[in-house]
Structure formats: C-alpha cells, structure tokens
C-alpha cells in the first residue's frame, strides 16, 4: 500500500510487486523498429514474398522483437502458423543438428532422434498437422542468430520450402542476425546463388534501437498506458509512482531527459557513431528508475533528471556497447571470408 500526500485516500496496487510483469520481466515493449518489421512481415505475407533478411547490431533487440511479432500474429493472423527456431554456434554444419533444431521450435519432444530423412519427414508432419489445427496452410518461420548458419543450411532450409510448396503449404522465412547476415546475401547474390537469395532473402531490413527523443517517448509511453492486470486502470507507471501519475506525471514527459542522460553517458565514454539505445538497455534503465522511485513516491518525491541519470549509468549500456565492438572485428573478418 502507498499512501498519497495531500490527505487523499490509499492506493492499494491490485497485485503484489513480485507478481507485476516488469519484476518477473515478462513484458514486450513495441518500438519504432519493431512496427517496421511487423509492416515486413505483413506485406511479405500480402505479396506472397517468402523471403526476408533482418539484420543490426548485437543486443539491439531482435530476439525480444520476434517474440513481440509472434504475440501480435497470433491476434491478426491467428490462423498463421509461426515457430521461432535459434541458429546454434556449432564447429561443424550437418543436416542432423540443423534438423533437430527445426524440430525443436515445432515442440517435438524427442527432435533428436531419427535419422535425416525421418527427421525430415517427421518435421513435414508437424507443420502439416499445426497448419491443418489453424486452418491455414501458411507458415512462418523466424530464424534468430541466421548469420551462424552455412550455404549448406541454408540450401537444407530451402529443400524444405519446396517439400512443403508441394502439399500446399506456403513457407515464409524470416531470417534474423547480426549486421554480417547482410554480407552473406551480398556474397550468395555475387556467387551467382540466386537459388537461396530468391527464395529466403528478398526484402531486407535494417534493425535499429531507439534513435531520437521521439522514439523513446513512443517506448516510454508503453509504459503509461499499458495496464495490468488487464482491464484495470494500473498502468505500468502507475504501479509503481502512483502519487506522482496522480499529481500528472508520465514516464513519456521525460523522454529528453532519458535521451539526454544516454548521450552523455555515450559521448563520456568516446563511444563511435550516432546515440542508438539499443532495447536491453533502455527497458533496464527504465525498470532501475522505477523501481528506486517506489519508495520515494510514497514520500511525494517525483522522478527527477539525476534518478534518470543514475538509472543510464547503471544499465549497462556501456559495457554492451564496448562488447558489440569486440565482437564487430572477427564478424568483419568472417564475412570477408565468405566474400
């Protein structure tokens, strides 16, 4: 319970703290780059596209932006049948692993047993049971990590779309990863591979974060006017600094000063390039702010510039980005190879 100032009556919050979303970080929040690819996704759907590639820096917020587009599918699309598979790091490509983690995003419970041509058959058999469930013999599929995969997955990956083009089912791919994903379609389309790029990568993307004051307004937002439990009137914000949503607050008033914290933090650190708050690191900095502002609010303390500039420093932006720049040379050097 929160007590207001003013001699107004107690707040009680419908739920405890530690059942809210945002502790147990069960939320999606949607973002600019995210509409984007939801916009991809549905005109590759309208025109009968198969094939996509999305691509951006590391720790951006893809994966969390297939989960967000898989939710939303399921309300406007719902007879699409959509599976999320994760790209594996391994030593060595074989048709077995590729095959199993396919298996293992439709929910098989036994995905490594069998070998490749029951695998394969077993995995036809899935998406054809899960079509015939939704009623719809569409089917799209998001490969997250896709830039770990070789030309020979990519070609087992497309033996699939044609084995399911002949009992009528329409396979759409939707291929996620690192910047470096952009520079194996640029070497399949210069080794004259147009097999693979016609089928999985025709439309492209550019993944981004949150590049400007009105992008992070849009984001924080969410926050104001998202509630749960849902059809209550506890917004997000409100959970957390009622008294101060009472007195007109809202998180998205701040959106410059957030904005205005991340660029110094950026700037101070001599970090390259243009200000672009990847996800990870805004919802961290706004969860931080939150959360320190729960026991203040209940004193009548606002969210003021320094709790927001304490909540940046701590989020970790930094530290990810100095992570994504050791990263970028041995991806540089990786796709040069494959050039």
């Given amino acids: 319970m929160t007590r207001s100032t003013g001699g107004e009556s107690a707040d009680r919050r419908p739920i405890a703290r530690d059942l809210h979303p945002l502790e147990l970080g069960n939320y999606r929040i949607g973002t600019p780059a995210i509409e984007s690819f939801y916009e991809l996704v549905k005109s590759c759907m309208e025109h009968k596209i198969t094939g996509a590639l999305i691509y951006g820096p590391s720790r951006i917020g893809k994966t969390r932006a297939i989960e967000y ?6 309300q406007s699309f719902a007879r699409v ?3 999320h598979v994760q ?9 077995g692993p590729f095959l199993t983690s396919l298996l293992e995003a439709t929910g098989c419970p036994e995905p490594d047993k069998g070998n490749n041509p029951s695998k394969r058959l077993k995995l ?8 015939a469930r939704n009623g719809s013999g569409v089917v799209a599929m998001f ?7 070789s030309e020979n997955e990519y070609e087992w990956l497309r033996d699939v779309h044609d084995h399911l083009d002949r009992i009528s089912i329409r396979l759409f791919t939707f291929l996620i990863g690192q910047e470096e994903l ?17 089928r999985l990568m025709v439309e492209e993307l550019r993944f981004h974060g949150l590049r400007d004051p009105a992008d992070t307004a849009t984001c924080l937002e969410s926050y104001d006017t998202t509630c749960y439990p849902r059809g209550t009137d506890w917004s997000f914000t409100r959970f957390f600094i009622p008294n101060a949503v009472r007195a007109g607050y809202r998180l998205a008033h701040d959106a410059r000063v957030m904005w205005d914290a991340f660029e110094e933090v950026h700037n101070n650190n001599g970090l390259p390039g243009n200000l672009e708050i990847p996800m ?3 919802t961290r900095a706004v969860e931080i702010m939150l959360k320190d502002c729960w026991a203040a609010d209940a004193k009548g303390e606002r969210p003021d510039p320094g709790r927001w500039a304490a909540a940046v420093k701590t989020c970790g932006y930094v530290q990810a980005r100095l992570a994504v720049r050791k990263e970028m040379a041995p991806a540089a050097a990786r796709s040069l190879e494959v050039a």
Avoid: G, N
């Avoid at 790209?87 to 048709?95: D, F, I, N, Y």
């Avoid at 036809?124 to 079509?131: E, F, Q, W, Y």
């Avoid at 399949?188 to 097999?195: I, L, N, S, V, Y």
């Fill in 81 to 83: 049948t959509t599976y």
């Fill in 124 to 131: 036809i058999d899935r998406i054809k049971d899960a079509c």
């Fill in 182 to 198: 952009h520079a194996v379609k640029t070497a399949f389309q210069q080794a004259r591979m147009t097999q693979i790029v016609a």
């Fill in 280 to 282: 990870e690191s805004f």
């Fill in 69 to 74: 587009l898989r939710l939303a599918m399921a």
């Fill in 143 to 149: 490969f997250d990590e896709a830039q770990r995969y």
């Fill in 87 to 95: 790209a594996e790091h391994k030593p060595r490509h074989a048709e």
